[in-house]
């Protein structure tokens, strides 16, 4: 079956988030074919989930301080600093052969495209297969604690996800952790408990990246490449590279003005 690839770019927080939705909308008129994307986030940004509250999640005047954008996603799920990462947007069908009906499992099903592209990479990953047993964690970040089927490397998360459905239409992404910065990660998110030191231990215990399992500095090309050469074994699939279509620019146009507007990211 015909994939189409995004090559990994950078963009900022509001066109992504426009360029995830416009795929989406492309999709579901049947103008596409099911697409994945690699991209990166410049200037970095923060991203809070569809149903998160601004302001019991994120510290907004830290981030203008840091120059980090703030918007609010389609999908659910929690806040992520987007900086060092390689994000992954993947929109498919409902009805795509083999796709499982349930949400949890859809997860686990277009994850394996992930993994497989990280094993290329030489990183040994797997499936989270049950939620921490400390809970779903104290924070409002999402790399708090791991889901069900979220990717982890010995017990620790490296790969957040999150997923909306509308239309038939399946829109997942998510962010693997390159490198992080664990001093801003603290500075830009709330905790329930409002203390800080709480989410250092949770960021050093809980989140590792690939620059950690690889001992080395990781170039996103690297990254990109595998990736795609991931989904291609995992699924059968031959991935042709594309640009975005004209509705899809044009989509884009009109959206990226709602991801900046104030009425959005306040929404919660």
């Known amino acids: 079956m015909k994939w ?3 090559d990994f770019e950078y963009a900022d927080c509001f066109t992504n988030m426009a360029v995830d939705e416009a795929t989406a909308a492309a999709f579901g008129n049947r103008l596409v074919p099911p697409t994945l994307r690699l991209y990166g986030w410049r200037p970095p940004a923060v991203s809070i989930g ?4 601004l302001g ?4 907004v005047e830290m981030c203008k301080s840091l120059g980090i954008d703030v918007v609010r996603r389609p999908t659910g799920g929690r806040a992520v600093l987007h900086e060092h990462e390689v994000t992954y947007s993947v929109v498919v069908g409902e009805d795509y052969p083999g796709m499982p009906k349930s949400i949890t499992e859809s997860y686990r099903f277009i994850c394996m495209g992930i993994i497989e592209g990280l094993r290329l990479l030489g990183a040994d990953v797997g499936l989270q297969s049950a939620r921490y047993k400390e ?5 409002s970040a999402c790399f708090d604690a791991a889901s069900m089927y979220e990717v982890l490397h010995e017990g620790k998360k490296l ?16 962010s693997i952790l390159v490198d992080i910065d664990i001093r801003k990660n603290i500075s830009v998110f709330t905790g329930r408990k409002k203390i800080r030191p709480e989410l250092d231990n949770i960021f050093r215990n809980r989140v590792v990246t690939l620059k950690q ?12 490449d595998s990736v795609f050469k991931g989904f291609e074994n995992a ?10 279509s004209n509705f899809e620019k044009d989509y884009v146009g009109r959206l990226t003005d709602k991801y900046k507007s104030l009425e959005w990211t306040n929404l919660r």
Do not use: M, P
């Not at 569809?50 to 509250?53: A, E, L, P, R, T």
């Not at 809970?135 to 924070?139: D, K, V």
């Not at 399992?213 to 990109?224: A, F, Q, T, W």
């Open 4 to 6: 189409r690839f995004i």
């Open 50 to 53: 569809y149903f998160q509250k």
């Open 56 to 59: 019991n999640s994120v510290d």
């Open 135 to 139: 809970g779903i964690g104290s924070s």
């Open 159 to 174: 790969v957040g996800s999150a997923q909306v459905r509308k239309n038939g239409v399946i829109l997942q992404h998510g």
């Open 213 to 224: 399992i690889l001992g080395k500095d990781v170039e996103y090309s690297n990254v990109s």
């Open 235 to 244: 699924f059968g699939i031959k991935g042709t590279f594309e640009k975005l």
